[in-house]
């Protein structure tokens, strides 16, 4: 079965200051990774995607993900975090014929001013 | 405004009543979902629809029904709600492709439902 581990449950960030959140998949081929950001209150919003080609693929709001299949990683990178920025964050893997994303358990972001 | 609209947003409920959660979507999309996010667990999935006609279960079915009468809607009834269904509810949607990838979920805003 296809799992998503997010090791860090709350992070802090100076504004400006660069991001890493961390995300890590298990399944036993090529998997379709996700990045979706929840601001509070609100629904979910697809931030990237990786299906296949490049494993750098760039999102919306300035971020960016490598798709890393040695260390089963699909970590969400940002060189400078704006305050707009604070929301949930949550990793997701699919695959060819399965019938839903599974998802991580999330990643809190706040952001210092 | 296209996308997904949950109804209603926010629900307090006793236990042993019976609730449903209205989903309607008109993106035409394929393929239907049923989240409960719970903290610290994420998004867990409950029942899902691939077309219109057909439903299954999910990761945490218990407890919970749907149909799918039609493409663009996608109701959650609990029959009997226990207090351990209190949770945000999430709809989405996808289309998939021809080899059936999951693409791109679209979520609604959510449901909070508390069972006392």
């Known amino acids: 079965a296809q799992s998503v581990t997010q090791p860090d449950i709350h992070i802090t960030v100076s504004e400006g200051a660069s991001l890493e959140l961390r995300c890590n998949y298990s399944y036993g081929a090529t998997p379709y990774l996700f990045w979706y950001v929840q601001s509070p209150g609100q629904g979910l919003q697809l931030l990237l995607k990786?299906?296949?080609?490049?494993?750098l693929v760039q999102g919306i709001k300035g971020f960016e993900a490598e798709f890393k299949r040695s260390q089963s990683s699909f970590n969400l990178r940002k060189p400078s975090v704006h305050w707009s920025d604070a929301a949930e964050y949550f990793c997701a893997v699919g695959a060819a014929g399965r019938r839903a994303l599974t998802f991580g358990s999330g990643t809190r972001l706040q952001v210092q001013p | 405004i296209a996308g997904i609209t949950q109804a209603p947003t926010s629900q307090i409920l006793a236990a042993g009543r019976r609730m449903t959660l209205r989903c309607t979507q008109d993106?035409?999309?394929?393929?239907m979902y049923w989240y409960r996010q719970d903290l610290g667990l994420g998004l867990r999935l409950i029942h899902y629809?691939?077309?219109?006609?057909?439903?299954g279960k999910g990761e945490v079915p218990d407890g919970y029904s749907v149909s799918r009468a039609n493409t663009d809607d996608f109701p959650l009834t609990l029959a009997s709600a226990v207090p351990s269904q209190t949770s945000v509810y999430f709809c989405?949607?996808?289309?998939?492709?021809?080899?059936?990838?999951?693409?791109?979920?679209?979520f609604g805003e959510g449901s909070r439902l508390t069972v006392l």
């Open positions: 993106m035409r999309h394929n393929a």
């Open positions: 629809s691939n077309t219109a006609g057909t439903t």
């Open positions: 990786y299906f296949s080609g490049d494993t």
């Open positions: 989405a949607s996808s289309s998939t492709g021809l080899a059936g990838v999951t693409g791109e979920l679209f």
